[in-house]
Antibody, heavy 121, light 108 residues
Framework: QLQLQESGPGLVKPSETLSLTCTVS??????????WGWIRQPPGKGLEWIGK???????HYNPSLSSRVTISVDTSKKQFSLKLSSVTAADTAVYYC?????????????WGQGTLVTVSS | SYELTQPPSVSVSPGQTARITCSGD??????AYWYQQKPGQAPVVVIY???ERPSGIPERFSGSRSGTTVTLTISGVQAEDEADYYC???????????FGTGTKVTVL
């Protein structure tokens, strides 16, 4: 059974960079046509797609966040990571990592449990 | 930017039918997907590719589409179906993804 687990600081100061890592277990990260994504959810609000990465390193970002987002992958560690720069209180959210199902299924079939990141001084 | 619009809330009595709509201009060009999210949990897909149901999802969940609107139908609603539901799709190129605004289903 594929499992994903987010890790990283739960508290980040305003203007700093939020960094999270997702570790994949129970299956390959290099599977054909699978992308690996980040989604966030501010407290009491809806889901927002942040971006996704293929094991080759090819990325796609939400245009509204693209100037501040970097997603990278380390296939040897079966991990992919999120960096979000210049954070403000509006970036406080539960951050989920997830696997995008194989094409043409453009949806997320496996999710991590999520990790709350609070932006506060 | 691309948006998917859902009604904020739907209320339904047990055993009745709940219908949740999702509208977006690019929907005719891409499949839609539906997630159920219960408090404190990650979302779970209940419908994929407009009408397909993953294994383990009860038959009372079904999906349909008409033009720029897709609909999630829960037939014979049960108390355990009380949750937030989100549609999701992609832009016309299939590159960028978007979630709907979300609908809270309340079982009376």
């Amino acid at each position: 059974q594929l499992q994903l687990q987010e890790s990283g600081p739960g508290l980040v100061k305003p203007s700093e960079t939020l960094s999270l890592t997702c570790t994949v277990s129970g299956g390959p990260i290099t599977g054909s046509s699978y992308y690996w994504g980040w989604i966030r959810q501010p407290p009491g609000k809806g889901l927002e797609w942040i971006g996704k990465i293929y094991h080759s390193g090819s990325t796609h970002y939400n245009p509204s966040l693209s100037s501040r987002v970097t997603i990278s992958v380390d296939t040897s560690k079966k991990q992919f990571s999120l960096k979000l720069s210049s954070v403000t209180a509006a970036d406080t959210a539960v951050y989920y990592c997830a696997r995008r199902a194989g094409y043409p299924g453009l949806y997320f079939d496996y999710w991590g449990q999520g990790t709350l990141v609070t932006v506060s001084s | 930017s691309y948006e998917l619009t859902q009604p904020p809330s739907v209320s339904v009595s047990p055993g009745q039918t709940a219908r949740i709509t999702c509208s977006g201009d690019a929907l005719p060009n891409q499949y839609a997907y539906w997630y159920q999210q219960k408090p404190g949990q990650a979302p779970v897909v209940v419908i994929y590719k407009d009408t397909e149901r993953p294994s383990g999802i009860p038959e009372r969940f079904s999906g349909s589409r008409s033009g720029t609107t897709v609909t999630l139908t829960i037939s014979g609603v049960q108390a355990e179906d009380e949750a937030d539901y989100y549609c999701q799709s992609a832009d016309s190129s299939g590159t960028d993804y978007v979630f709907g605004t979300g609908t809270k289903v309340t079982v009376l």
